[in-house]
């Protein structure tokens, strides 16, 4: 059996594109809005993100009726391939997730983690039409 050798320098390329075509399947497949449980202490409530396109920029907004946040903007919205990062310092608040994607490529869900005052929360986004509350 005869084995084909890929030069380095093709096989590189081959890995950029691939990431920058991933990173760019997750900014387009992240727009619109994802909302999940954040559960702190007793309080249990319910939070959403709405991605949306600002030029060539990702931007988001944070709802949630419980915070008592309707529309509030995101400092800093980095999406990195699959994974996202979402800064309020005004609350602050930074929140982590990781795009978990289908073999068509579709975001499904984003599993991140909520940062604020020092606590950390684990929260699971799932895509919705419009926030629920």
């Given at each position: 059996?005869?084995?084909?050798?890929?030069?380095?320098?093709?096989?590189?390329?081959?890995?950029?594109?691939?990431?920058?075509?991933?990173?760019?399947?997750?900014?387009?497949?992240?727009?619109?809005?994802?909302?999940?449980?954040?559960?702190?202490?007793?309080?249990?409530?319910?939070?959403?993100?709405?991605?949306?396109?600002?030029?060539?920029?990702?931007?988001?907004?944070?709802?949630?009726?419980?915070?008592?946040?309707?529309?509030?903007?995101?400092?800093?919205?980095?999406?990195?391939?699959?994974?996202?990062?979402?800064?309020?310092p005004r609350l602050d608040l930074e929140f982590t997730g990781v795009a978990r994607m289908t073999k068509s490529g579709a975001v499904m869900r984003i599993d991140g983690d909520w940062f604020q005052?020092?606590?950390?929360?684990?929260?699971?986004?799932?895509?919705?039409?419009?926030?629920?509350?």
């Amino acid at each position: 059996m005869r084995m084909t050798r890929i030069p380095l320098f093709t096989a590189s390329v081959l890995i950029f594109y691939t990431g920058v075509l991933a990173a760019e399947a997750t900014r387009e497949n992240i727009l619109g809005s994802w909302e999940g449980p954040l559960v702190i202490g007793r309080d249990n409530m319910t939070l959403a993100f709405t991605f949306t396109l600002q030029g060539e920029e990702i931007a988001a907004v944070l709802t949630s009726s419980g915070l008592g946040i309707y529309g509030m903007p995101a400092d800093t919205v980095i999406v990195d391939g699959p994974r996202i990062t979402i800064r309020i310092p005004r609350l602050d608040l930074e929140f982590t997730g990781v795009a978990r994607m289908t073999k068509s490529g579709a975001v499904m869900r984003i599993d991140g983690d909520w940062f604020q005052y020092s606590e950390m929360v684990p929260v699971i986004l799932l895509p919705v039409e419009n926030p629920s509350f």
